[in-house]
């Protein structure tokens, strides 16, 4: 079974050899569900996706058919995630005009380059 998560693993590695560059020319989208506490980051217009968890309550969204990451749900977010990664927390909170619904930020401007950093933290995460 390991060898098949290592084989998975890799094989998603590869395919985002170019996260950085997509990261830097695609909108963003943004979202948080404080009932579930669930916060999501899609890279790009919303598509179909898979989820593969790669760290606890981190889980990337990846096309199913290519395993690009087309984004990021952190689950338990305000709960267990921030107190865990306390430097996401100013980088959430400016994601975000009052109340914390849902976002969509497109490829420019101070705001997708938050996005973009917390993208690449999360990335990083994993």
């Given at each position: 079974m390991e060898e098949a998560e290592g084989l998975a693993s890799r094989e998603i590695l590869e395919a985002n050899a170019d996260l950085e560059e997509r990261l830097s020319r695609l909108s963003f989208s943004v979202s948080y569900d404080e009932e579930f506490d669930i916060f999501?980051?899609?890279?790009?217009e919303p598509t179909e996706a898979i989820t593969e968890e790669v760290a606890d309550g981190l889980q990337l969204r990846l096309d199913p058919?290519?395993?690009?990451?087309v984004g990021f749900e952190v689950l338990s977010f305000r709960r267990r995630f921030l107190p865990a990664h306390p430097e996401f927390g100013p980088h959430f909170e400016s994601l975000?005009?009052?109340p914390i619904q849902r976002r969509d930020i497109p490829p420019r401007?101070?705001?997708h380059r938050r996005a973009q950093e917390v993208a690449s933290k999360l990335a990083a995460v994993s």
């Open positions: 999501v980051l899609t890279i790009g058919e290519t395993l690009k990451v975000f005009e009052s401007g101070a705001q």
